[in-house]
């Protein structure tokens, strides 16, 4: 009895040490959710570092967001440092920008004038678009940190105005302002909706990075490239398949998609904030991160591609690259077709985007080319097709990109930088120097991944801590306080008093063109002040932001990849699990959509005062 009981002893342990070497050996297995840039960069350094990877990708096609131009222009290893180490370990070809598209230029009352123009030729605008982007370089300047862009008072202050007061102080001659505000909501969002210290922190980060930087290359193919090159690399990845509900526990992670279920040891949720509002947690979020997802703006932005026989402008090399128009037809950015002819990408951004949502696609096209037309006659008789993005309105972004509002770098700030006991987050939005950019979107997906790697070594991240409200109101305070010239130096002005920041965000506009007052179109377009096709009343703003208009899916090429086994098809609580089946091939990667227009400025750029004012 007794040699029997010390049998089974030795066997149990021999049990247990075999298992403990096991699990010390056993492969690391990681499922990220999301097909953008983030995922795939994460799923492939994780891959990297041995690990077994699952990516689950909603939709048909790889890769995410990405602009209708596809042939994007990139920024150098100065500007984009993680884009430009991908490109070179994919081998992507790119070629070298042309000297016109490197710096913007603008269409004034639709006459084109480049930076140097604008200095002869209308001297009283470029003094003022000077005057701002001093002041706004004394203020990026204040920030000693970006990556702890609110650690005075008086900095964290700035993040209860908005751009838009700031802008007031300065008390800029119409046409500088139409300029300016074009050129802040198409590069994050409409001025009223920005947090001032948001501004101020992102040209921190961009200062003494030029426009020349941003725009140093073109990448034929754009995006869409640079990820099918991550996605050759990855072993595992599922198409159409939206995950629905993760659970997490003390072994692991359960992830639902439909009936399916996965599982794995850690999680890289690596899609936008309103999609991840739609997945249900288990244990769920706290307030703190629900409040952000709900809360956190998103830019509008979205892009018409209207194409021509023959360009309906000037000559084509002084309408090319990035041009501001003050004339509410928002950037655009206009260049010769493949195919001969032309194509003008135009970026509807901001509130001009939220108010067209009213319109339908073509509604919204006969709008732009009746203003177009008012410039250059020959618009409409050389006009051949179009093409429509609408970003703002997919109920898996609800906006274009990250950009914070008033008060929402106090609340939020590096908030999905933090792990949540085994998941780690991805995404533009989670990265703090580059967000709503691609640089943004890889850098997060190298931090989410080695995060991954540190969990799995048993290190422990701080919990999320809130600001407390009091801090907020402390800061504020302080500002309003604040002596010696602070805010005159902020706002470049004589007064040293912080403006009162709305609460909201301005709805002006909004509530102008429901009352269709005289103004809104013309400034919205430059032409008459009604639309000639009559739009459907128009929402409130706030109504708009949860997208409900259905729209097309993002034109990715489909390239669904379904390679090999690798997580584990797991029993869900919830629902009845059908075992996943074994990973076959269903679909070949397709190749990327070819470029038809072919153009992307690089969306990001510093306010170079240079650039702009020489
Ligand atoms: C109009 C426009 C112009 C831009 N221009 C530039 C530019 O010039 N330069 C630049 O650097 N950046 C630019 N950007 C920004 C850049 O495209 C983005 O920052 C980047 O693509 C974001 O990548 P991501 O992986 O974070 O998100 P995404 O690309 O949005 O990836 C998220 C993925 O998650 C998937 N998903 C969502 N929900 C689920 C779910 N429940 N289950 C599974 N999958 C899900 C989505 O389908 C998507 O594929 C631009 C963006 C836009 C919209």
Redesign the pocket.
């Known amino acids: 009895m007794a040699a029997a009981w010390v049998r089974l002893c030795a066997l149990v342990l021999i049990g247990v040490s075999s298992g403990a070497a096991l699990a010390k050996d056993k492969t690391p297995t990681a499922i990220v959710?999301?097909?953008?840039?983030?995922?795939l960069t994460a799923a492939y350094e994780l891959q990297n570092k041995g690990w077994q990877v699952t990516l689950?990708?909603?939709?048909a096609g790889m890769?995410?967001?990405?602009?209708l131009a596809t042939s994007?222009?990139i920024g150098n290893a100065k500007a984009?440092p993680v884009l430009n180490q991908y490109i070179d370990r994919f081998k992507l070809e790119t070629l070298p920008a042309p000297e016109f598209v490197r710096t913007p230029g603008y269409l004034i009352d639709g006459e084109y004038f480049s930076a140097t123009d604008l200095a002869t030729k209308q001297p009283a605008t470029a003094e003022a678009l000077k005057r701002y982007e001093k002041t706004l370089d004394n203020l990026a300047r204040s920030i000693d940190d970006p990556m702890n862009p609110q650690a005075t008072s008086t900095l964290f202050a700035l993040d209860q105005i908005n751009v838009s007061s700031w802008l007031d102080k300065l008390q800029l001659p119409a046409t500088a302002r139409q300029l300016v505000n074009q050129q802040i909501r198409t590069r994050y969002d409409e001025p009223s909706r920005l947090s001032l210290l948001y501004f101020a922190q992102q040209n921190r980060v961009y200062r003494g990075v030029s426009d020349r930087d941003l725009r140093a290359a073109r990448l034929p193919g754009g995006?869409p490239v640079l990820a099918q090159a991550f996605v050759k690399q990855l072993k595992t990845i599922k198409t159409s398949?939206?995950?629905?509900a993760i659970v997490q526990d003390k072994d692991g992670v359960t992830v639902k998609v439909g009936s399916v279920g996965y599982q794995a040891d850690y999680l890289v949720l690596?899609?936008?904030l309103r999609?991840l509002a739609?997945?249900q947690m288990t244990p769920g979020l706290d307030g703190q991160h629900v409040a952000a997802l709900k809360g956190t703006n998103y830019g509008w932005?979205d892009?018409l591609m209207l194409k021509f026989k023959t360009p309906v402008w000037e000559s084509r090399a002084r309408m090319s690259g990035e041009i501001f128009s003050n004339a509410g037809l928002g950037m655009l950015w206009i260049e010769p077709a493949l195919k001969g002819g032309a194509n003008v990408v135009i970026?509807l951004s901001g509130d001009n985007a939220r108010l067209l949502q009213a319109f339908g696609d073509k509604q919204m096209v006969d709008q732009v080319l009746i203003r177009l037309h008012a410039f250059y006659p020959q618009a409409r008789g050389a006009f051949t097709g179009y093409e429509v993005?609408r970003?703002s309105v997919d109920a898996?972004?609800g906006g274009?990109?990250l950009a914070y509002g008033p008060g929402q770098i106090s609340k939020y700030w590096r908030l999905w930088e933090r792990p949540v006991q085994r998941i780690t987050f991805?995404?533009?939005?989670t990265d703090a120097l580059y967000p709503?950019?691609?640089?943004?979107?890889l850098r997060?997906g190298q931090r989410a991944a080695s995060q991954a790697q540190d969990l799995l070594a048993g290190k422990s991240f701080d919990p999320a801590k809130a600001v407390p409200v009091a801090a907020a109101a402390a800061g504020a305070a302080a500002a309003k306080d604040s002596k010696g010239g602070f805010f005159s130096n902020m706002f470049g002005g004589s007064s040293d008093k912080a403006d009162k920041a709305p609460a909201k965000p301005e709805l002006k506009q909004v509530d102008e063109a429901k009352q269709d007052k005289p103004g809104f179109f013309k400034r919205l377009f430059g032409g008459d002040d009604k639309p000639e096709v009559k739009a459907e009343p128009i929402a409130k703003a706030e109504e708009v932001v949860p997208a409900v208009a259905p729209v097309p899916a993002p034109q990715v090429a489909p390239s669904a990849v379904v390679k090999e086994a690798s997580a584990k098809p797991a029993a869900i609580k919830a629902a009845p699990v059908k075992h996943a089946p074994a990973h076959k091939p269903a679909h070949k990667p397709a190749e990327p959509k070819k470029a038809t227009a072919k153009s992307?400025?690089?969306?990001k750029a510093v306010v170079n005062s240079q650039a702009k004012a020489s």
Do not use: C, D, F, M
């Open positions: 959710v999301g097909g953008g840039l983030a995922g689950l990708e909603a939709k890769g995410g967001r990405s602009g994007e222009w984009q995006s398949s939206p995950v629905t690596a899609v936008p999609a739609k997945i932005r892009q970026n993005k970003y898996g972004t274009a990109y991805a995404g533009e939005h709503g950019t691609l640089e943004g979107a997060s992307e400025p690089a969306k």
